[in-house]
C-alpha cells in the first residue's frame, strides 16, 4: 500500500507542475459583465449596494447556455432615495473646505433587484475593479480593492452574504438598515459596521412593550430571512423572561404561495390572541397587508418593528384600516438640511446614467422616453424636465428621513476615518497607500457630530447607540394616518428607565382609547393561585382559592403563603388579620355568672361567718371547735375569692397566683375540715371508759395539725413555681381561627402533685368522718362533714376529664366550677344546719340539749 500512496503524491506533483506551467499569465472577467448604474470618478471611490428594483423575472435555465442575466422590474423609489442621499453626502463632502481637503470622492452604485446572488456578485466587482471589458494583466490581479468602503445593502439577508464574502477584504460594509442581531458577530462579519441599531435591542424593547400593556398572550408573524427570524428569537427569549407566551409563531415571505399564506390567515383567524407582533420587512408588510384586507381581518392590535411601521407606502397600502392603532419603535426622527431639494433637482437629462434615470423618470410621471443611437428623443407627455416636487408619491415623502440620515452618517463615517489617515489638515496626504483593513480600524474609532448635531460613532461590535421611538398609528378623519411619537426607548440607560411612555395619548384598534386585554387566561385575583393547565403554556391557567390558613395578597399569585401562628385569612384571603384573642373575661355571661357566684359564696361565707361570731359563746359554736370553725370560713372565703384570678386575661403573676393560691387555700380548708373530724373522733374517745385521747389532740395540736399539712403544700407550690412555674400561653393550634389565650401549667408534675395531695387529704377526711358519722351526739358534725367529702370528691372526680377535654375558655369554667361547687358544698353542708339551729331553733342551741338531755 505504501508504493501506491508514494506513486499518488508523485502524480499529483506531476499534474499541478504542468497546470501551473499552462496557467494563464492575465487576468481575465469570468461570465458576464455588471456596469455600475450610478458611478462618478474621483481620487478615492466608495461603492454602493441598493436595491433600484425590487423583484426580477424568473426564466427557466436549459442548462444549454449561460444563465441569462436577471431582468430586474418593479422600480424601487426607496432604494432610489438611499442612493440620493449617499451622492448628496459624497457631493457635500466634496465641496467641504474642512473635511478631505483637495481630495475628491467618487462612487460606484450597483443595482441588485433583491437578490442575494447578485449583491454578492457585485460586492465582488467592488472589490476587485471587474466592471470593464479590459483584459488585466497579471499585476492588476493582486492590486488594492478598487473602492475603499461600500454602502448598503438595505436588507439583513444580503448584507450578511455580502459581510461573509468580502470580510476576508477587510472591506467596509456600512449598512443604513441592515438590523439582524446575527450582523454583530465579528467573528462572522469582521468588516460589517451599521449605522442603525441592531435588533438585539430592538426585540427586547418590543417585549418589554408588549409587557408594558400586559399583553401576555400574543401572536408574532416574522419575515422568513435573517432579519425576522434572528429577530424573533431575540423577542421570544425575552418574552418568556417577562412571562409573555406566544400563541403562535409563523414566518412569512412575500413569494410565499397562496396555500401558505391561507394557512396564516386560518391561523390568525382561529386564534384567540388579540395581539400580533410583525417582525416584517416593509416589502413582506406590503404583500400581508394586502392579503389581509381581501380578508377582512381586522380588530386586531399589531405591534411594529422599526421596518414598516413608520413607512407611509405601508400606510397608503393599508386601505381597509387594518392597521390603526398599531404601535411599535422607529429610528428617532432627524433632519438632513439640503438633502430634500438635492433629491427633487433631478432630471434623466443632465444624468451620468441615462438608462436608470430614463426609467425613474417614466415611472414617476406614467410617461415614456424613446432613445436613439445619438440622442434621447422625447415623445409623448416627457419633456425631461418636469417638476419632480409637483408629484406626490414615495419618491417625493421624506418620512424615510430616519434611514436617509443612516446612509448620510455612514458616507460621513468613511470620509472622517480617511480624514484621519491621510492626515489632512489644510491639505492631506496624497502619498499614504490606503489599505481597507486600516480605513476599518479607523472608521471603528471615530467619534463625531454630524452638521445636525447627531452624534456618530460604533461600538466593539460595529453597533451605534439603542434608541428609538415609540410610534403609534393614529388615523385622522381625512383618511390619512399620522405616524404619532407617543414615548422613547434607551438602551443605555438603567432597565427601569428605558421605556418612557405617554399612555393618555395613544389610539388603538378600532379607535379604541381602552387599551386592548390580550390574556390566555383572565388575572388571578389576590387570595387565589394559579395552577397551570396541563398541556397548554404557562399563561393559560385556573385561579384556585387559598386553602385555609394561606393567603395570596398579589395578583397572578403563583403560591399561597401561611398567615402568621396569631393571624388568620379574611374572607377573601388576600391578607391576614390578627386571630381574635379567646379567654374567660368579666364581660362575657359565663364569667360575668362565674365571678357571681364567686362573690355571692364570698359574701354568704362571711354572713355565716358573721352569725358564728356573734354566737361565738353559744353552746352550738364552742361546741363545735369554734377556732377551727373560723380557720375555716377564712379558707373558704379563701377558696371563692381565688377562683376570681382564673377570670380574666392571663398574665404571667395571675397563672402562677391562680394554681398556687387554688392549692393552698383548699389544702387549708380540707386541713381544718380534717382536724374537726379528728376531734369529733378524739372527743369520742375521751367520753369513754378510761379514755385520754384528748389531751393528746388539744388546741394546740389542731393548730400545729392545720400548719403542717398546709405547709407541705406550701413546699410543693415553691418547688412548682422555683423549678418549671405556670405561664401566660398562646394556644394556636386548637382553634384555626382564635387564640386561646391560656396558662400553661409548667411542670404537670407540680400541677398533679398539689392536686393529688389535696385529693389524699380529701379522702382521708372523708373516711375519718364516715367512721365518726354514727357517734352518739345530738348534733354530731362528722355526718355533715362526710356528705361535704363525698360533694368534694365527687365533684373533683368529675372534673378530672371535664377539665381535660374542654377547651380553651371552658377548661378555665370547669376548673372555676369545680372550686365553687366544692366550696358551696363544704359551706352549706357543714355550717347552713348549725346556721338554721342558731337563727330558727335557738331552744336546740343549749348545753343540755347538746349533751343530750333535752331531747326525745
Known amino acids: 500500500i505504501q508504493p501506491l ?58 442548462y444549454k447556455q449561460n444563465p441569462l442575466p436577471l431582468q430586474c422590474t418593479s422600480l424601487n423609489f426607496r432604494e432610489f432615495q438611499f442612493a440620493q442621499t449617499m451622492l448628496f453626502a459624497i457631493e457635500e463632502i466634496n465641496n467641504s473646505t474642512e473635511l478631505l481637503p483637495g481630495i475628491t470622492l467618487g462612487y460606484k452604485v450597483y443595482d441588485t433587484c433583491g437578490s442575494i446572488a447578485r449583491s454578492v456578485k457585485v460586492a465582488l466587482n467592488l472589490a476587485s475593479g471587474s466592471d470593464t471589458k479590459t483584459v488585466m494583466s497579471k499585476a492588476s490581479c493582486i492590486k488594492p480593492a478598487q473602492v475603499q468602503a461600500i454602502m448598503g445593502e438595505t436588507s439583513s439577508s444580503p448584507s450578511s452574504a455580502i459581510a461573509t464574502v468580502i470580510g476576508p477584504f477587510s472591506i467596509p460594509l456600512i449598512s443604513h438598515f441592515s438590523t439582524c442581531a446575527c450582523l454583530s458577530d465579528k467573528t462572522k462579519y469582521p468588516s460589517f459596521l451599521r449605522t442603525i441599531p441592531s435588533d438585539y435591542f430592538q426585540s427586547r424593547a418590543l417585549a418589554q412593550l408588549v409587557k408594558h400593556f400586559g399583553w401576555m398572550w400574543v401572536g408574532a408573524i416574522r419575515t422568513n430571512d435573517d432579519y425576522g427570524n434572528n429577530g424573533m428569537v431575540t423577542f421570544t427569549e425575552t418574552a418568556e423572561q417577562l412571562g409573555i407566551c406566544l400563541e403562535y409563531s409563523v414566518p412569512f415571505f412575500r413569494t410565499d404561495p397562496p396555500d401558505k399564506i391561507q394557512k396564516i390567515i386560518d ?126 408619491n414615495s419618491f417625493t415623502d421624506m418620512s424615510l428621513m430616519p434611514i436617509f440620515n443612516n446612509v448620510y452618517k455612514g458616507v460621513y463615517a468613511v470620509a472622517h476615518a480617511l480624514h484621519m489617515i491621510l492626515k489632512c489638515n489644510e491639505t492631506c496626504d496624497n502619498g499614504v497607500q490606503l489599505q481597507p483593513l486600516e480605513i476599518l480600524k479607523y ?172 354566737h361565738r359563746k353559744t353552746p352550738l359554736v364552742r361546741a363545735n371547735n369554734s377556732e377551727l370553725s373560723f380557720l375555716l370560713l377564712f379558707s373558704l372565703i379563701l377558696c371563692f375569692l381565688c377562683s376570681l384570678t382564673f377570670i380574666g386575661r392571663p398574665s404571667e403573676w395571675t397563672c402562677q397566683l391562680r ?70 400561653f398562646k394556644n394556636v393550634q386548637e382553634f384555626r381561627d382564635k387564640i386561646i389565650l391560656e396558662c400553661a401549667l409548667g411542670s404537670e408534675l407540680g400541677f398533679w402533685a398539689g392536686l393529688g395531695y389535696i385529693g389524699l387529704l380529701a379522702v382521708l377526711c372523708f373516711i ?50 369545680a372550686i365553687l361547687a366544692s366550696s358551696f358544698g363544704l359551706l352549706i353542708c357543714i355550717f347552713i344546719p348549725k346556721c338554721y339551729v342558731i337563727l330558727l331553733k335557738p331552744d336546740k342551741n343549749t348545753k343540755k340539749y347538746m349533751m343530750g338531755k333535752g331531747g326525745s
Not at 376531734?679 to 388539744?698: E, I, Q, S, Y
Not at 362526710?786 to 376548673?815: D, H, N, Q, R
Request: one cysteine or more; hydrophobic letters at 40%.
Open 267 to 392: 391561523l390568525i383567524k382561529a386564534s384567540t390572541s388579540k395581539v400580533i407582533v410583525a417582525f416584517l420587512s416593509h416589502m413582506d408588510m406590503d404583500v400581508l397587508i394586502k392579503e389581509l384586507s381581501n380578508h377582512n381581518i381586522s380588530g386586531y392590535q399589531w405591534v411594529g418593528s422599526e421596518s414598516w411601521i413608520f413607512d407611509s407606502q405601508i400606510a397608503a397600502v393599508d386601505q381597509t384600516h387594518i392597521l390603526d392603532g398599531a404601535i411599535g419603535l422607529s429610528i428617532p426622527k432627524a433632519h438632513v438640511s439640503g438633502l430634500k431639494e438635492f433629491m427633487l433637482d433631478v432630471t434623466p437629462l443632465n444624468s451620468s446614467s441615462n438608462d436608470l434615470f430614463v426609467e425613474f423618470w417614466e415611472a414617476m410621471f406614467s410617461c415614456e422616453f424613446k432613445q436613439s443611437k445619438s440622442a434621447v428623443e422625447i415623445h409623448g407627455e416627457c419633456t425631461g424636465r418636469e417638476d419632480v416636487a409637483g408629484v406626490k
Open 443 to 614: 472608521i471603528q474609532k471615530i467619534r463625531f457630530k454630524t452638521k445636525e448635531g447627531d452624534e456618530v460613532y460604533f461600538n466593539e461590535n460595529g453597533d451605534p447607540a439603542a434608541k428609538y421611538e415609540i410610534i403609534n398609528w393614529q388615523p385622522r378623519e381625512n383618511g390619512i394616518v399620522d405616524f404619532v411619537k407617543v414615548g422613547l426607548y434607551d438602551a443605555s440607560l438603567s432597565a427601569d428607565k428605558q421605556l418612557n411612555l405617554q399612555d393618555e395619548s395613544l389610539i388603538w384598534a378600532k379607535n379604541s382609547l381602552e387599551v386592548p386585554v390580550s390574556v390566555c387566561s383572565e388575572k388571578c385575583p389576590p387570595g387565589t393561585r394559579k395552577v397551570l393547565q396541563k398541556g397548554k403554556p404557562v399563561c393559560c391557567y385556573d385561579c384556585i382559592r387559598c386553602p385555609d390558613g394561606e393567603i395570596s395578597n398579589s395578583t397572578d399569585s403563583i403560591t399561597c403563603v401561611k398567615c402568621p401562628e396569631e393571624a388568620w385569612p379574611n374572607e377573601r384571603r388576600d391578607s391576614c388579620l390578627d386571630k381574635e384573642s379567646v379567654f374567660l373575661s368579666y364581660e362575657e355571661i359565663m364569667g360575668a355568672l362565674l365571678t357571681a357566684a364567686s362573690l355571692f359564696g364570698t359574701c354568704l361565707t362571711a354572713i355565716v361567718a358573721f352569725i358564728f361570731f356573734r
Open 659 to 728: 394554681h398556687t393560691a387554688f392549692a393552698i387555700t383548699f389544702v387549708l380548708c380540707i386541713s381544718c375540715v380534717l382536724g374537726k373530724t379528728i376531734v369529733v373522733l378524739m372527743a369520742f374517745k375521751a367520753r369513754l371508759p378510761g379514755g385520754n385521747m384528748m389531751k393528746w389532740f388539744g388546741p394546740t395540736q389542731q393548730r400545729l395539725s392545720v400548719l403542717g399539712l398546709t405547709l407541705i403544700q406550701v413546699i410543693i407550690c415553691i418547688l412548682w413555681l422555683t423549678i418549671s412555674p405556670p405561664f401566660p
Open 768 to 817: 375519718s368522718a364516715f367512721l365518726a358519722r354514727k357517734l352518739p351526739d345530738n348534733f354530731n358534725e362528722a355526718k355533715f362533714i362526710t356528705f361535704s367529702m363525698l360533694i368534694f370528691c365527687a365533684v373533683w372526680i368529675t372534673f378530672i376529664p371535664a377539665y381535660v377535654s374542654s377547651p380553651g375558655k371552658f377548661g378555665v369554667a370547669v376548673e372555676i366550677f
Open 5 to 62: 500512496v508514494h506513486g499518488c503524491a508523485f502524480l499529483q506533483l506531476l499534474l499541478l507542475v504542468s497546470f501551473s506551467q499552462s496557467a494563464e499569465t492575465e487576468c481575465t472577467q469570468r461570465g458576464d459583465l455588471d456596469n455600475p448604474q450610478l458611478s462618478k470618478e474621483g481620487d478615492i471611490l466608495l461603492g454602493g449596494i441598493f436595491s433600484f428594483h425590487s423583484s426580477w423575472i424568473n426564466r427557466e435555465n436549459t
